[in-house]
């Protein structure tokens, strides 16, 4: 048994850190957010060259070899500085999906576009109504000729307002919450028939709602095979989760270390408050969180990288986003609290630290749904 | 043992329910519905409706324009106002520094302040904290020094509550460096046009700039708005926060909370063909509130019963206060398990008066999360949740 990072790994956190130290202080990043756009060109093509882009893909893609832990080695990271770059959207999400549902050459056209920093994009999966459930899809998808004509609404699409290439998930027959009848297709984001509303999410992440009215596309622009999507983007979307529960993780650690920290020097009734038992004991509950919230993180990617059978893997993640979005709620809110006034502001780190953590909570399904996701596999 | 109403109570009832009814403007009832804010010139208006009505100030006596209710009539009041959703006054001049000046201000004083106080002419803002001066209030620095007829104040405060709306600040200022640190500490009303007075907006993490600091630079205040002796206001403060603590659980708005709760999980799709009120955890949670809100109201009947018989309220009314607060905390949770991924956009301006453009989410969805970060503010002031369990173990259980 052996927990420790290779070399590799290490060499990979060590990267992020550099950067982070270098490039991404708090102030730069609240300017980052400010822009039209919602991140830096700059930092994406640095991302690129530092071969981070390259960490979710396979070898035989042309990628760093697409290991779980090594993709929750890095979110860590991103997580700690709060990273708004779409790192998950475009590379986790869309490349995920396209390495696996789309075609050797629809993967030869775009990986290594996707891995070289030179494509934006974004998927469309969530509606309206569909709540966290990736089979309830009404978009729906009808041929025309050679064409298909897509018509739906999707929310929540990170990303979306960014991407050039919009992967829509869409279906093609069957009732709304079944689970065979679903493809995927790219869509040009600026094709007649599609509107995007933008916006920036709590978490500072940019994102859309998109609707499709008679948007139409060529039947080649389907990823593989018609009605067969969902085990591919169930498999991906899993895989999202992990990384958002790790970037999570990161979060926390850092709201841990800066409540504890702040403790130390801010004085009331003549004594620092971390001299306080009962501020003390919360802390240290904290802690606990912090630990138990990274362990199953760790397990979760051990699983994804190992030999158990697809229900086994999505279990796991589901353990993970359920025990970490506990971890969430009492870790952030622990922050805020042992902090007072000060952390309510929007000009010091914690509480956006604290916006981070809740929006991770709820991207990919919230704790009660992974709960009975778990329960239910 | 009894927690009926009296016929005449329930007669009461009635008319304060058909008040409310029929004179609370339909358009602000909308808007608080809706989560969005009421501007200044909408709370000043309410106001204004309810000292028309005579029922501006139900905890004032009498003679200053008070109601002369009953401890249980300012109860029904209380719940019917929360019940529909009307703000209560703000609550800086009519409930925190009106007492002080009619238990301790000079008559000329009373005569000056409280008829505007009443009648919603002027509004205040609570200049308590500073930086460094949290829940060790008493440590606070800002000072005026006496010069004349004048006090000169310098120094700054911070956290003003809607500061930026005020006439008038009421400040806790140090007049003594040579004494303990409680006793030397005066009570001084300051009119926020003075010279040297400058604000400067807090964003807090919803994006509204609801708090200020207020700097002072050589500001020269008269002499004669000192209340009472001067040297003696951390007295004239506290006499007043253990009157404060009655009303303080929001069980009425809580219940409003939870009936809003229970429509729109009926409103909203599980995403497996059903609706969240279907969803077996999310029933468990909600139960497990209503149940908790059961418990917190029938605590509160009892500090009430307790107050009817003339006792003043005691220690014990810090449970209110932790408990309503991280009732009203677990609600905003909710609110946010249902709006799902409808919480996630960060859009505040939808949600200020005004607002032209186009919504995003369904409905006030997009509000839920913002009212969460807002209301971790609930078990930080008014004495936060942690001052008040040292409060029970000190006061209440003698540890
Ligand atoms: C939104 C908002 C509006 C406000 N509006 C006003 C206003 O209008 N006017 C005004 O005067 N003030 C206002 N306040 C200030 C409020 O009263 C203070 O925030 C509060 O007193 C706590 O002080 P602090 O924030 O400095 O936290 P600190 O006092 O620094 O406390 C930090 C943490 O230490 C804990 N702690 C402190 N002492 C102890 C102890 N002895 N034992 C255990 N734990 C302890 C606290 O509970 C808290 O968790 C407002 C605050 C907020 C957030
Ligand atoms: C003893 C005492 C001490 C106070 N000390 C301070 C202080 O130090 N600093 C300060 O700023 N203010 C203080 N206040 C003032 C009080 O908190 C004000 O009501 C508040 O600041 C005004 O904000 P509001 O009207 O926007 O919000 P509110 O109307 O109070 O509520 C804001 C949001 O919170 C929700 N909410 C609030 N309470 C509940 C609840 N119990 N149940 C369910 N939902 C709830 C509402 O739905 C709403 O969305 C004190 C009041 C008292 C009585």
Redo the contacts with the bound molecule.
Sequence with gaps: MDFSNTEEQQMLQESVQKFVYKSYDFDTRNKIIATEKGFSDENWELFAELGWLTVPFQEEDGGFGGSAVDLVVMMEEFGKAMLVEPFVATTVLAGGLISEQGSAQQKAELLPKIMEGKLQLACAYAEPGSRFNLANIKTSAVADGDNIVLNGSKTAVLNGSNAEVLLVVARESGAATDTTGVSVFMVDATSAGVSIQAFANVDGKKSAEITLKDVSVSATARLGEAGSALSALTAVVDRATLAVSAEAVGAMEAMLHKTVEYSKT?K??GTA?GT?Q??QHRMADMFIECQLARSIAIMAAMKLDGGEDATEKSKSVSAAKSRIGKAINKVGQEAI??????A?TEELDVGHLFKLVTAAEIMFGNTDYHTERFASL | MNADFTAEELQFEQEVREFLQNDFPAEYREKVDAGIRLSKEELVHWQKILYKKGWAAPNWPAEYGGTGWTATQKHIFATEMGLIGAPEPVPFGMKMVAPVIMAYGSDEQKQRFLPDILESNVWW?????EPNA????ASLKTAAVRDGDEYVVNGS?T???YGQYADWIFCLVRTDNSVKKQEGISFLLIDMKTPGITLKPIV?LDGHA??NEVFFDDVRVPANNLIGEENKGWTYAKVLLTHERTNISGVPRGKRRLAALKRLAKNTDDGFGGTMLDNASFRTKLAELEIELQALEYSELRTLAALSVGNAPGPESSILKIVGTELAQEMDEMFVDLAGYHCLPFVPEQFEDGFQGEAIGPGNSAAAALTYFNNR?LS????????QR?IISKAVLGL
Aim: aromatic share 12%.
């Design positions: 801010r009331q009734f408050i306080f009962a501020l609290q042992i902090h007072g006034g000060i309510m | 803002c609570q200049g308590y904290s949290g829940s060790d209030l405060k956290w003003n509550t807090l609801e708090v503010k930080i002031f008014g004495g936060s949740n942690e001052i040292n």
